[in-house]
């Protein structure tokens, strides 16, 4: 009898595992999630290309059997940019925590969103640096405890929501990893969808938040979000605050249409220059 | 009279690759069928890998091969074709 495989091993580096992340760790969960995802929704492996940064989440891309990139800190949004540029028949997402996603790198996201490039974006959200020891975020929430705030965050923290609604993007929604199927099936939504697509995923990092801040384990974290996620599918994004230990608004708040980057350059430039331009493919079939 | 009873045929199996499992729980917490129970056994990194403790009780719903960070774990149909639709 041949021993049963793991439906979403093909998706996986099966050399490399275990993977380095700390048990319980909300990280495999997401990955789990995105290649259950993949085979859900039978998207061609080699039509997806995964781009991260720095960070625990940065390390995903080391991880995904499918044509992946690890950038430099902040910069998976711009080589990810870049990539759908050159190659626009490609799926192009990225995975980054809040840190490297928000801080780092939140120009980029802001731009990206605005100019609705097509590309996926999947941010883990650990309210912490993971990988450099707990510094400050800016999803960290108010009075939480961090290396370098040990009595108690009071900057106001990023509602990642709101911020990618605002700025543009044609999907938001925000989930927990307690959250499975709702989460693979966000990811198969965007896998669809044209435009830039945000998808927020509460993980625990049992390592650095949970302890410095005297949480628990991370099974402690994932019965947290089973009791305490509101779901709040189409919510006014203003509204989706996560307070320290309060309610997570989770669901999918955006859902709209918008040319993508691509085609606005093909509407624009097509109208100025007529018989002389050549439109560009923009991989996007409406 | 134990050989009266019906046998209940096992809708599903549940495997465990122990050796890369951490011991989180996340699969012994989110069975919806209540299968498994942490080993007091270690594997070779010190972890307490699940075992199928209640081995009769599992559907194959293979939510405990979601729920897992280090795809260690999952559960398959039986008496169904491979092919594998979990309802999204
Ligand atoms: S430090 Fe936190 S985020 Fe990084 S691998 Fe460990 S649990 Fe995960
Ligand atoms: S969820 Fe995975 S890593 Fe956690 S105890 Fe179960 S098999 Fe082990
Ligand atoms: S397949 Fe479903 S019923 Fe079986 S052990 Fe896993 S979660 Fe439990």
């Known amino acids: 009898m041949t021993q049963p495989r793991n439906p979403v091993e093909p998706f996986l580096r099966m050399d490399r595992m275990p993977h380095i992340w700390c048990p319980g760790c909300g990280i495999g969960v997401v990955v789990n999630c995105f290649a259950r995802a993949m085979l859900e929704s039978k998207t061609d492996i080699d039509s997806v290309q995964v781009v991260s940064g720095i960070g625990c989440t940065g390390r995903i891309a080391g991880y995904l059997r499918m044509d992946s990139y690890h950038t430099t800190h902040g910069r998976a949004i711009p080589f990810a940019t870049g990539l759908k540029t050159a190659r626009p028949d490609m799926k192009v997402v990225v995975f980054s925590g809040d840190g490297d996603l928000v801080a780092i790198g939140g120009n980029h996201l802001i731009h990206a969103a605005r100019r609705n490039v097509d590309i996926k974006v999947i941010c883990v959200n650990n309210f912490t640096y993971g990988m450099t020891g707990g510094q400050v975020a800016p999803t960290a929430p108010i009075e939480s405890v961090a290396t370098t705030s040990p009595f108690g965050v009071f900057e106001q923290p990023f509602n990642l929501a709101f911020l990618a609604d605002s700025a543009g993007a044609v999907y938001v929604a925000r989930w927990t990893t307690y959250h499975v199927r709702q989460l693979a099936k966000a990811m198969r939504e965007v896998l669809q969808k044209p435009g830039f697509c945000f998808v927020e995923v509460i993980a625990p990092c049992p390592t650095i938040y949970q302890r410095r801040n005297r949480l628990g384990d991370a099974l402690d974290a994932m019965r947290f979000y089973k009791q305490q996620s509101k779901l709040s599918e189409g919510a006014d994004t203003r509204t989706l605050d996560i307070p320290m230990q309060g309610p997570i608004p989770v669901g999918r708040f955006v859902n709209r249409d918008r040319p993508t980057l691509l085609e606005n350059m093909n509407t624009v430039l097509g109208k100025r220059l007529g018989a002389k331009f050549t439109p560009y493919p923009t991989g996007v079939t409406r | ?88």
């Not at chain 2, 996340?26 to 069975?31: P, S």
């Not at chain 2, 890998?49 to 081995?55: C, D, E, F, I, L």
């Open chain 2, 1 to 88: 009279m134990a050989e009266k009873e019906k046998p209940k045929k096992p809708k599903g199996e549940v495997h465990v690759n122990r050796e890369v499992c951490k011991g989180c729980g996340f699969c012994v917490e989110f069975c919806p069928s209540h299968v498994l129970a942490l080993d007091t056994a270690f594997n070779r990194k010190g972890y307490h890998p699940p075992v199928a403790a209640k081995p009769e009780a599992c559907n194959g719903c293979n939510l405990c091969g979601l729920y897992c960070p280090d795809f260690a774990i999952f559960g398959v149909r039986l008496g169904k074709a491979e092919e594998d639709s979990d309802e999204g």
